[in-house]
């Protein structure tokens, strides 16, 4: 029979099922080394950046712009990222302090769900990364005409020839660093959001047995049967203190997340638009770029994917709570449960979701409304391509 006596998870990380997506987006990044090594990573993708930006406004044209543009966004992107993790680690610890169940509270059936879930959660951010790393290395050899699309390599030619291939060759060695940089703070709001999702989903067992132990099917008699109303009204109590400690500690972590998810949702739209514009405007050779190009669309599509599947998911389950809650038999139920049942009802409309807006949130109607963008613009820059401007 079902127990409300739940087990609380007094230690997040011992036994954690997304265990191997914690290695990759937190664990590693609390050792000296990788420290060191991002500070530096961030002092020289500052220091390019600044200058490929003095250089741009005094050299400025719009074929110019375009054919750096990619890069530039993503030095912009790469230097948040490594800037963001400390503040990334810090909500992590944060998020600690919530009260969490563990996996096996509410059944096997439940467990079994949250560590299928789980699996591929992990298979996905581990699959994200090493065709990152892949698109990494293919993009650190160095190929023809790869100082069309990365500045600082005609910096290097430019300003200081006789050090360019030591300089080129740091440059393009940072590379294999991005892979595991750049990404991770979504991969840590990836994390966080889908260990959310999992609280819900037993959240959900709970309001699923409330009559549990009682046949409510033919016996009317219920309702005059104290040990059955208090067994209710104990099982209710429960869940709305569940219910409102969750909703309200996970809202507090989100606001602290507002400006970071919509700084990143802004530059990944910007590096998008930049990648497809350049890709239309590239004069060059793609023969030897089609491994580049496709690691790199994956990754980018892959993870930018997953973290709208993840909110639209706590979306729909945190809606699950509401409509499982409305299916409830409370025929039986005596007037003092029936009122708090009411209450409850009524505060469950408020449905959480990942916001960054009042407006806007992470979920399949923003991969929408972002897809159908890009897809504008590529019809705009296929037509722009396909013009005979002699003829005009």
């Not at 966004?73 to 610890?93: D, K, Q, R, Y």
């Not at 006789?162 to 750049?182: A, D």
């Not at 890009?374 to 002699?390: A, E, F, G, T």
Request: aromatic share 16%; charged share 15%; with cysteine.
């Amino acid at each position: 029979m079902f127990s409300f006596e739940v087990k609380l998870d007094e230690n997040l990380f011992k036994n954690d099922v997304l265990w191997l997506s914690r290695k990759l987006c937190l664990d590693y990044y609390n050792t000296k080394l990788v420290k060191i090594i991002l500070f530096v990573l961030s002092i020289g993708v500052a220091i390019l950046t600044i200058i490929q930006t003095f250089l741009f406004l005094q050299r400025f044209d719009g074929r110019y712009f375009i054919k750096y543009a990619p890069v530039y966004a993503g030095s912009f992107l790469i230097f948040l990222s490594v800037e963001h993790i400390p503040f990334a680690l810090m909500l992590i610890n944060s998020f600690k302090t919530i009260t969490f169940w563990r996996i096996d509270s509410c059944g096997p059936e439940i467990e079994q769900k949250i560590k299928k879930h789980a699996m591929w959660t992990n298979i996905c951010l581990i699959s994200c990364t090493v065709v990152g790393l892949v698109s990494a290395i293919f993009h650190a050899m160095p190929l023809e005409d790869d100082d069309e699309l990365f500045y600082p390599l005609a910096m290097f030619e430019e300003f200081m020839p006789q050090w360019k291939n030591l300089l080129s060759w740091i440059y393009r060695s940072s590379f294999l660093i991005v892979p595991f940089s750049m990404p991770i703070p979504v991969y840590i709001a990836i994390y966080v959001i889908t260990k959310s999702y999992f609280q819900i989903l037993l959240f959900l067992s709970c309001l699923e047995n409330l009559n549990t132990g009682f046949d409510t099917t033919s016996n009317h008699l219920l309702i005059y049967n104290n040990r059955y109303q208090n067994t209710v009204k104990k099982r209710l109590v429960f869940c709305i203190k569940r219910h409102a400690y969750f909703s309200r500690a996970m809202n507090v972590h989100i606001k602290k997340m507002y400006v970071t998810i919509a700084t990143f949702s802004i530059m990944g739209v910007i590096l998008s638009v930049s990648v497809i514009a350049f890709l239309f405007s590239f004069q060059g050779n793609f023969e030897n770029r089609y491994i580049r190009i496709t690691t790199l669309v994956f990754t980018m599509v892959t993870v930018s994917t997953h973290i709208l599947y993840v909110g639209q998911l706590i979306e729909d389950a945190a809606f699950q709570v509401y409509t499982t809650l409305k299916t409830v038999d409370w025929n039986n139920w005596n007037l003092e449960n029936r009122k708090l049942y009411l209450i409850y009802l009524q505060n469950a409309q408020i449905i959480f979701s990942i916001k960054f807006t009042q407006d806007v949130s992470i979920n399949y109607r923003l991969g929408f409304s972002m897809a159908k963008a890009i897809y504008s613009m590529i019809s705009v820059m296929s037509k722009l391509r396909n013009v005979d401007y002699s003829k005009i």
